[in-house]
């Protein structure tokens, strides 16, 4: 119950004027229409394995319960008209998956 509590209020908040409009691509999978947040400009944390420096990117937060699966490397976000290519996945709480796209 405490699950469908937290994962209404996650869409409640991405259908509000902070989420944008979005279609998620699966690769050989069906489209589907969602709300995404777009965090553009972000200082994004090398991933331990490598030797890189901290560098800004973008990342797409969306509901896995609208969106139907965690996204892979690939798959793309369309917010207007940008495209946005799944490279990794930041953040996976099992209410809200944060993807690292460019």
């Excluded at 069906?30 to 973008?58: E, F, K, W, Y």
Aim: charged fraction near 15%.
């Amino acid at each position: 119950m405490i699950d469908a509590i937290f994962t209404q209020a996650a869409i409640d908040i991405l259908n509000s004027p902070v989420g944008e409009a979005a279609t998620y691509n699966p690769a050989g999978g069906t489209s589907v229409t969602c709300r995404v947040i777009v965090n553009r400009d972000i200082l994004l944390q090398p991933d331990g394995i490598t030797a890189q420096a901290a560098a800004p990117g973008t990342s797409i937060e969306a509901a896995l319960a609208v969106i139907g699966q965690e996204p892979n490397r690939g798959d793309t976000f369309t917010v207007g008209s940008e495209t946005f290519t799944v490279q990794s996945i930041e953040r996976n709480d099992g209410i809200i998956v944060e993807a690292v796209v460019t």
